[in-house]
């Protein structure tokens, strides 16, 4: 069981959450790599994936998750809701309550749109990226990915390199990092920096080769170019070359230091190629702790061993 | 008709009143203000344990009619400033359509004696459409009854059309009022830039946006000797750069909300939209500027940005929902709680920055108590107790930043020309 009810922001979870989460998703990848990949844990339970944003992997991963533990799941996005009617964000919530449904997975556009949703369901509310603001089961399978690769969370040093302020993945792992007693390190030009990055929690610095060698894991930060007002930097080619993660700098890098991404990678930007696809990289990892991470936590809040047969 | 004000304290550093006395009005005109006095027949109003002010004017309220009716109409929005305790309001340009001809000034005028409570004094648009770009009939405004101008929300992103504003203000006397507001820098932000922005995600508006359009402003100002008046300041170097330019002796006046003098960025805990505003709420250390401002008399008024909107269009997400909280209701009784009780401020000092100082810097006709002049007066209950609920607003919206507060003080009365707009704390129909 969990401390809380809602999963909106890594502020609602405590360390021992996240060690109950990742201990969690360790026996359902155990699932996930059977040939039936399928538990009957939350058959009869609802789960909507109301997506008012363009997603492809976060949503196509919960609905693997949802269905791997038997719920009911249905998604409610965008294009196809009653949104584009001009519906409000409460309207929408009232409606999905009014049809009973037991766990909301929330992507949306604008920082605060789960808070929102907590305020007028009963429902469980995960979210599943708010704007630029959080974004908390990616830090989890993140969490899940380097500890299953590294042995362990406590005291790994973790670079998190490049768009920081357009980055809701860095807004929830750089205090995932700190809750697991990990050293987060942001790395990026301060035209990518958030107004505060102090309070976050994590160490700041403007040059990736001179914190490098320090480093146990290269988060690399796709560059939202969509995001941008202005472009924040002169070129692609000047950002590769200062911030992109290439074979010279893994070369200069600790032996032992991985490289993930949460994707989707801009390669020859954050990325190059031959990173992207040497043994490194954990991109496809990440991908994988993600059905088996969004299935603990849909199934630890849906109330635990309580909810029928254990895993 | 006459009316006696009986035993209040009746306060007016214009005229270097501070007294226990009477005021004696009669048909609409202060005819004496002294001990004892009497009178054949008439009303008596017993005004013990009351303050009696001269008028209070907001120099800067959204009335929203023409336009945006459903938010605040000119009936509803004087009869919230009534109950505040104003008695006049001056009423922002930006309607539907924007108050930019001498024939929308005059539908103001004309509306406001049809259906209002409070005096309204329309602000004209600068540019035609607030759209930045051509001066707006500036002089047929003024003939119809405008008091100052602004492109409030939408500020001139032009220097050399703001100048040659200022140089045709210039030529009528007249006041333009600038909401500074750098719009490329504060490009899409919804709260102060810093540690807030940072925790909850949400785009940043710096103090800097602010800052190089005060300091842009006080130069044109200086350049082509028109007045200026910088509306709703809310960082401490905005203060300071009005502070230094009084002292060089330009012409420039300045206005704080109380929200930003009460609220700061720390209560945005979560994403309440009624806590949205333009600008900003700024840090613990921007307010405690803006309060000393007030005391030395850097600031010249309080002005309320009374920003009235539909629950359907703040219950949105927060970078979706319309900036802007309302505020005639709740200003007075804020200034008593936080500033006069606390003795931070006098009531002669609320005189100054609710009464002459909005008046002065928009070049209103004074209002001071003594004989001879129009009897627009506002009597405050400084003991009375008010607790901030929907159900207690005039106002046709109840989008407060303060709902929910326990507030100290009251307006109880307010005459406009002899005649109450409020009585008893009941706005008078």
Known sequence: MLSCKHIMTMDDLTPEDIVTILDTADSFKEVNERRIKKLPTLRGRTVVNLFLEPSTRTRTSFEIAAKRLSADGLNFTASASATVKGESLRDTAATLSAMACDLVVVRHKYAGAPQMLAECMDAHIVNGGDGVNQHPTQALLDLFTMREKLGHLEGLTVGIVGDICHSRVAGSLVPALRKVGARPIIIAPKTLMPARPDILGAEVAYSLDEVLPELDVAYMLRVQFERAAQMPFPSNREYARFYGMNAARLGAAKPGMIVMHPGPMNRGVEISSDVADSPRSHVLDQVNAGVAVRMAVMYLLLGGADSGAAA | ?429
């Open chain 2, 1 to 429: 008709m006459a009316l006696l004000l009986k035993g209040g304290r009746v306060i007016d550093p214009e005229v270097g009143l501070d007294a226990v006395c009477d005021v004696l009005i009669r048909d609409g005109v202060i005819v004496e203000i002294g001990t004892d006095l009497k009178m054949a027949k008439g009303e008596t109003v017993d005004c013990a344990e009351k303050i009696v002010l001269p008028g209070l004017v907001d120099a800067h309220t959204h009335l929203r009619e023409p336009g945006q009716e459903y938010k605040e109409t000119i009936a509803s929005g004087t009869r919230a400033a009534a109950h505040g305790g104003f008695t006049a309001v001056c009423a922002m340009p930006n309607t539907d359509p924007v108050c930019d001809t001498g024939s929308k000034v005059r539908f103001i005028v004309e509306r406001a004696a049809d259906a209002g409570v409070v005096r309204v004094h329309p602000i004209g648009a600068v540019t035609k459409g607030q759209k930045g770009e051509g001066l707006a009939e500036i002089g047929d405004m003024l003939g119809e009854g405008a008091v100052a101008f602004s492109d409030d929300g939408h500020p001139i992103a032009s220097a050399g059309m703001t100048r040659v504003a200022m140089d045709y203000l210039k030529g009528f006397g007249a006041t333009l009022i600038s909401h500074a507001e750098e719009a490329e820098l504060s490009g899409g932000g919804v709260v102060n830039e810093g540690v807030v922005s940072t925790r909850l995600g949400l785009p940043g508006w710096p103090s800097a946006a602010e800052e190089v359009m005060v300091a842009r402003d006080i130069q044109l100002a200086e350049l082509t000797g028109c007045r200026l008046h910088l509306a709703h300041l809310s960082t401490a170097r905005s203060v300071e750069l009005v502070r230094e330019a009084k002292a060089r002796g330009i012409a420039v006046t300045c206005e704080v909300t109380p929200h930003h003098l009460f609220l700061d960025e720390d209560g945005l805990l979560g994403y309440d939209t009624n806590l949205k505003m333009n600008p900003p709420l700024r840090t613990a250390e921007d307010r405690a500027a803006l309060i000393e401002a007030l005391v030395d008399g850097t600031v010249d008024c309080i002005a309320t940005d009374h920003a009235p909107h539909a629950p359907h269009e703040k219950e949105l997400e927060f970078e979706l929902a319309p900036f802007g909280t309302t505020g005639l209701e709740t200003a007075l009784s804020l200034v008593n709680t936080h500033l006069v009780a606390t003795e931070k401020l006098s009531w002669a000092d609320v005189a100054r920055l609710m009464a002459h100082g909005p008046r002065a810097a928009l070049g209103l006709p004074p209002v001071t108590l003594e004989a001879g002049t129009t009897a627009d007066i506002t009597i405050v209950d400084p003991e009375a107790r008010v607790e901030v609920t929907r159900e207690w607003f005039y106002s046709n919206s109840c989008n407060s930043a303060f709902l929910g507060n326990k507030l100290l003080g009251k307006a109880s009365d307010v005459l406009i020309g002899g005649y109450f707009a409020l009585r008893n704390g009941k706005v008078v129909e």
